[in-house]
């Protein structure tokens, strides 16, 4: 009897435990800034400034970490705190720091589909008003487009990227190919002709895990066969033509045992991996890992990376999925203008240019600079072709619950459990339903 | 909250009373979860039970080092549930994971698998990493139970007659009969929750293959921003963890 009351209170205890855990879900790992440096303090007193970024592709740690010891420099007083997180945990991360209500960080990274979600929820600041001409006139285009919604500014872009095809020069030159593939149909037979060989067992390697990296891969194929995730009316448009092509052409590439089969659990750094232990003729992936996979530190090819734009289908023009992704001021803030002058810095063009070598620079003049050609020519002349035409992915308030589902989906195809067409009408329904509930 | 339509997007949060309540119980997807966490959960507490009792009927028979044996049987206990995960996720990655090599060299595999590529296999994937970490527990709390028996009972049954399995079944099982139902509601309620090992291990993937009841909670939440159909569906865990603890507790219960 005892043991029984016992258990009861326990399940009891644990069923309460999750519900609270549920309505106030949102406690975040810190629980200190929020009301610090609420009025002016004598000028001795030190502000710290907390930022979220992100640990893989574009710049690395050590240059995020030399980026805020140069701001620190310049104003005394001000100690920048850096967090780092893994992108799959960035967006829930901003999230739950955000909805608590007292939130920890002052400028988060934010990608260019969050900025509709993050804004019509309130968690960055509209900052339209703080952009200096030189920086309206100065920047990409397509870089501002990643911090825009509803016309407004919400941040600053600080990384500027796509997804380059990158090669194993020494793989393609046993094989006999003489050039890198231009289109998508040149590539597979690239891919075939040195599976024959026996040069490579799975001579592709792509980010297909259930994760935003699954969508890149997907996006990319779907703009370079000219097709759109949205049309006009914000109505799925992915399951049809250029979509349902791009699907049935990564299974096909399955089937032919072109593609590592392995890719459907890769993240972006697994195939970076893959490629520099010379297990893979063509990837996919980020501008960082251009240098990464030359560093023979790390990289079993160094010395043997190519690297070119991302090949389009033939016949179309070949187009860059935006991968640019900006800085932004929480709502939470208490110190809205050094947050601001944090950003100001670290996008700034000079700054953009040391750092160059892993993730390319927002500005258009840079693309003129020695400095930044130097870090790697042939990266540069790939990215000047890229940058000219990319396409983002939607920027609307619900595109991580489409993208969730959507990753789901198309797994669902490359595991061989519905076929494209299934897959593609199952993401299209659920998306129609959640443009209507906007 | 669960009341409420609360898109974190939307300005207004509606009361739409049991509407979502309504809108997660149509949904396939929900009850995929469901199902699949009722596998995690039989699975892992079954296999949780069964080893934890092996080791723990082991570790109760006096040999040398056995003090230090119950120490590092822990070990995989004391590590922390991510880099658990990590390593998890280390030993079965499908291109230089401990995993592909050791079954290779053994003759056992003649290629690499990808264990967490397909929803099957990753899901027994993540089951063999919770046991892992989880067992250890399990065989400190039985080997509590097991030092209670009264060592008198063993030997008037062996003068008895009665063999190691007699003995086994007529007083060891009996008399832990509260060590196990402890095990049983307390790893239960556990497993049905299991959230941290597959956020680090698989994400719910691939293709929802992993996506259990608490980590589908956690994606609406968190992933979308409707935290009212969140909240709703952590009230239904913590109801299906109820009825389960009732059932144990009904099925368990000493004969009176």
């Known amino acids: 009897m005892l043991t029984r009351r016992r258990t009861a209170v326990v399940a009891l205890l644990a069923a309460l435990a999750i519900g609270l855990g549920a309505c106030g879900g949102s406690t975040s790992g810190g629980s200190t800034a929020g009301g610090q440096g609420s009025g002016m303090q004598p000028a001795q007193q030190t ?3 907390r930022l979220l970024t992100m640990k893989q592709a574009a710049y690395s740690d050590q240059d995020v970490q030399a980026m805020a010891k140069g701001f620190e420099e310049t104003h005394p007083g001000v100690q920048v705190d850096i967090t780092f997180v893994p992108y799959e945990s960035l967006h829930d991360k901003i999230t739950a720091d955000q909805a608590s209500g007292s939130g920890v960080y002052d400028v988060v990274l934010i990608d260019g589909m969050w900025t509709g979600e993050f804004a019509r929820a309130g968690f960055i600041r509209d900052v339209t008003d703080r952009w200096t001409p030189a ?10 487009d990643i911090v825009r919604f509803n016309g407004r500014l919400y941040g600053v872009p600080w990384i500027n990227d796509t997804k380059f095809l990158f090669y194993n020069k020494q793989m393609l030159a046993q094989a006999g190919i003489q050039q890198p593939p231009k289109t998508w149909e040149e590539l597979l037979a690239d891919a075939r002709l040195l599976k024959q060989k026996g040069i490579v067992q799975y001579p592709i390697a792509w980010s297909w895990a259930q994760a935003e990296a699954v969508i890149c891969d997907f996006g990319q194929l779907m703009f370079s066969e000219g097709g ?11 399951q049809t033509d250029g979509g349902l092509q791009a699907l049935q052409f990564m299974v096909q590439t399955l089937k032919d045992g072109l593609s590592n089969p392995h890719s459907i659990s890769y993240l972006e750094d697994d195939v970076r991996q893959v490629f520099s232990q010379g297990q893979a003729a063509f990837a996919l992936n980020w501008t960082y890992m251009y240098a990464l996979a030359n560093d023979p530190k790390q990289s079993k090819v160094a010395g043997q990376v190519g690297v070119v734009p991302t090949p389009a289908f033939s016949g179309k023009p070949a187009v860059g999925i935006n991968g640019g992704m900006g800085l932004a001021i929480t709502k939470s803030s208490a110190h809205p203008d050094l947050a601001w002058q944090l950003i100001e810095t670290m996008s700034s063009e000079p700054v953009e240019n040391k750092y160059a070598a892993l993730s390319l620079p927002i500005w258009k003049d840079s693309y003129q600079q020695q400095s930044v050609i130097a870090t790697g ?7 000047e072709s890229q940058f000219a035409r990319m396409e983002s992915r939607p920027n609307v308030p619900w595109y991580n619950q489409m993208s969730t589902e959507l990753q789901k989906d198309i797994q669902s195809a490359l595991l061989m459990q519905a076929t494209p067409q299934q897959a593609l009408q199952r993401a299209a329904d659920f998306t129609r339903q959640l443009a209507q509930q906007q | 909250m669960s ?4 898109n974190l997007t939307m300005p207004r949060h509606p009361f739409v009373g049991l509407a979502n309540y309504a809108q997660i119980l149509a949904t396939p997807s929900f009850w995929q979860a469901i199902g699949r966490t009722l596998y995690f959960t039989l699975v892992s507490t079954g296999l949780e039970l069964l080893l934890g009792l092996a080791i723990a009927l082991l570790l109760n028979r006096p040999f040398r080092g056995r003090g230090l044996l119950r120490a590092l049987v822990l070990l995989p206990w004391a590590l922390p549930t991510v880099v658990n995960g990590i390593m998890w996720r280390w030993i079965d990655n499908p291109d230089y994971g401990a995993l592909n090599a050791l079954l290779t060299q053994a003759g056992l595999l003649h290629a690499y698998r990808n264990w967490l590529g397909s929803p099957w296999s990753a899901l027994n994937m993540v089951i063999l990493a919770d046991v892992w970490k989880m067992t250890p527990l399990a065989a400190l709390l039985l080997l509590a139970g097991l030092q209670t028996i009264p060592r008198e009972l063993y030997e008037s049954a062996a003068i008895d007659g009665a063999g190691g399995w007699r003995q086994f079944l007529g007083i060891t099982l009996p008399l832990l009969r509260t060590s196990i139902l402890i095990v049983l509601v307390a790893r239960t309620i556990e497993a049905f929750k299991v959230f941290d090992i597959i956020y680090i291990m698989t ?6 293959g992993t996506m259990t009841i608490a980590y589908y909670a956690y994606t609406q939440a968190f992933s979308s921003l409707l935290f009212g159909k969140g909240a709703a569906i952590s009230y239904l865990i913590a109801l299906f963890i109820l009825l389960l603890s009732v059932g144990y507790v009904r099925l368990l219960r000493p004969a009176q």
């Open chain 1, 135 to 144: 920086m309206q006139s100065g920047i990409f285009e397509s870089s501002k």
């Open chain 1, 377 to 383: 020519p042939e990266l540069v002349q790939a990215a």
């Open chain 2, 3 to 6: 009341l409420h339509e609360w």
């Open chain 1, 228 to 238: 759109h995730f949205l049309d006009e009316k914000n109505q799925p448009a992915f």
């Open chain 2, 203 to 208: 994400r719910g993937g691939p293709g929802d």
């Open chain 1, 47 to 49: 502000v710290t400034l």
